[in-house]
């Protein structure tokens, strides 16, 4: 079965530092791959998408990158962190454009 | 432009049943989803339907209706656990998924 681990759960993270957020999936192969942010009682943002290795979507123009380095594997990254970039982020794949998605369990990103 | 309008809150008693609707307006469509969104954690896929009509899964049901642009979630014999938000997506022409905001369903004993 297919399986998604994201880390860390929580980060508290300093104005100005760097991120990294990694999310890797097993049992599954060239899989879509999703970056998402939820704002406290908010909807959904696509953040970033890849439907290959090195093949990275941005949707939205902010200080956050996206990298596909392996084929499951799918890393979130910034050079120096906003206080609007706190907010609930998740990684998510799917099979096809129009599969279901699945998500990990999510990083609760809090910059003070 | 694209937008999914859903209530924002619902209330329901332990046992009943509740109906959640969608409605949406997209360019194009290739299929709805519902998730559920239980506070903290991650959604989780309910249901798909892209073909008019009702598709049922035990205690949930959804329906589809693509001239209207709409959709419900049918939860029957409501739990307590059954408390979260449920989110609509659909996915549009260019199989980009666009979400709703998602509605809060309260479930009261």
């Known amino acids: 079965s297919q399986t998604i681990h994201q880390w860390p759960a929580t980060l508290v993270q300093p104005v100005g530092s760097p991120l990294s957020l990694e999310c890797t999936v097993e049992?599954?192969?060239?899989?879509?791959l999703y970056w998402y942010r939820q704002a406290a009682g908010r909807g959904l943002q696509l953040l970033f998408y890849?439907?290959?290795?090195?093949?990275i979507s941005s949707e939205v123009p902010q200080n956050l990158s996206a990298s596909r380095p392996q084929d499951r594997q799918f890393i979130l990254s910034s050079k120096k962190l906003l206080l609007s970039d706190s907010g609930f982020y998740l990684c998510?794949?799917?099979?096809?454009?129009?599969?279901?998605?699945?998500f990990g369990n999510g990083t609760r990103l809090t910059v003070t | 432009g694209q937008n999914i309008d859903q209530p924002t809150e619902m209330t329901a008693t332990e046992g009943a049943i509740v109906q959640i609707n969608c409605t949406y307006q997209?360019?194009?469509?290739?299929?709805l989803f519902w998730y559920q969104q239980h506070a903290g954690e991650a959604p989780t896929f309910l249901s798909y339907?892209?073909l008019d009509g009702l598709e049922e899964k035990g205690r949930f049901s959804s329906f589809l209706s693509r001239s209207k642009g709409y959709s419900y979630l049918l939860l029957k014999e409501l739990q307590m656990k059954d408390s979260a938000s449920y989110l609509c997506?659909?996915?549009?022409?260019?199989?980009?998924?666009?979400w709703g905001a998602g509605t809060k369903l309260i479930i009261k004993p």
């Open positions: 890849s439907v290959g290795i090195g093949q």
């Open positions: 997506a659909v996915v549009d022409s260019n199989y980009q998924l666009i």
């Open positions: 998510a794949w799917s099979r096809t454009e129009n599969s279901p998605l699945h």
């Open positions: 049992g599954t192969s060239n899989p879509n």
């Open positions: 997209t360019s194009g469509f290739n299929g």
């Open positions: 339907n892209v």
